[in-house]
């Protein structure tokens, strides 16, 4: 039996709808206060009772409009796009910038994307403390408040703004730094911001030109990466690769080249 695919558009009115409310309990639980729930890959990678309440909502909400799907988040697990009978598989990361959040930095968004079949066809990125929200479908284009998305122009490296951002690890810090440390010569400045899913969207509207960062979950780029990518970046890895755990690159076509070799040269996707 053939499955029927739903339409980008669709998946994308449901994402919205769920991370605008998903937002709007993060901000309320900020405004009450929050604290360390627990931590995870070390004591300074932190979870907040938030994180979880937020997820728990995402869940719950896409399980009624959707039932079928699978779920990826990062809080409570798992759920393979080819285990679900729809082929749908959702990608939440509940608040990215977790720590932004704990501090009351308003840089930390929930991020929602729709995978059909393997493939990312929608996501949106809303910012918990501002409104801001970014969104995207496969061949749809990038969109902020109505205002489609293109990247930057920038052609040369030198002149380049570049997000970037750092592990927990403590020996992945410090292979990072590194590579900061040899990078930014060759680059206008560096910005870190502390929200992946936030930096990408940054650079998908050209307030920065390119962005990097090794170490990245699914949930983390999910969203982001297709917004960047709808908005002309090009969204890869080092040596052809994909965007992926080991590194993502997002940059404008004439400043991916200069920036993944610069990268390749320095090691970004080595270390711990």
């Not at 409570?76 to 679900?84: C, E, M």
């Not at 020996?171 to 680059?187: C, M, T």
């Not at 991916?256 to 090691?267: E, G, I, S, T």
Request: glycine share 12%; proline share 5%; charged share 20%.
């Amino acid at each position: 039996m053939t499955r029927s695919a739903p339409a980008p558009a669709e998946l994308l009115t449901i994402a919205i709808d769920v991370a605008r409310q998903a937002a709007a309990t993060a901000h309320r639980m900020r405004a009450e206060g929050v604290s360390v729930a627990a931590t995870k890959s070390t004591v300074t990678d932190v979870v907040t009772a938030a994180d979880r309440a937020v997820e728990r909502q995402v869940l719950d909400a896409l399980h009624r409009v959707r039932p079928d799907d699978a779920v990826l988040g990062e809080e409570y697990g798992a759920g393979a796009a080819d285990g679900a009978a729809s082929g749908v598989r959702w990608i939440v990361d509940p608040i990215d910038g977790t720590v932004n959040y704990l501090y009351g930095l308003p840089y930390c968004a929930v991020s929602l994307a729709a995978e059909v079949d393997g493939e990312v066809v929608a996501g949106v990125v809303r910012n918990v403390f501002t409104g801001e929200e970014w969104t995207a479908t496969a061949g749809g284009g990038a969109w902020r408040d109505g205002r489609r998305l293109n990247c930057s122009t920038e052609v040369e490296l030198g002149q380049a703004l570049v997000a970037t951002g750092f592990g927990y690890d403590p020996a992945r810090r410090s292979h990072q730094a590194r590579v900061v440390a040899e990078l930014i010569p060759h680059v206008r400045d560096i910005r870190r911001l502390g929200a992946a899913a936030l930096d990408l969207c940054l650079a998908a509207e050209g307030r920065v030109d390119a962005y990097y960062e090794k170490g990245l979950a699914a949930w983390d780029q999910a969203a982001g990466g297709l917004v960047a990518a709808e908005a002309g970046l090009r969204v890869a890895g080092l040596g052809g690769l994909p965007a992926g755990p080991d590194l993502v690159i997002a940059a404008p076509p004439a400043l991916f080249a200069p920036l993944h070799d610069r990268l390749a040269d320095l090691d970004a996707s080595g270390g711990p």
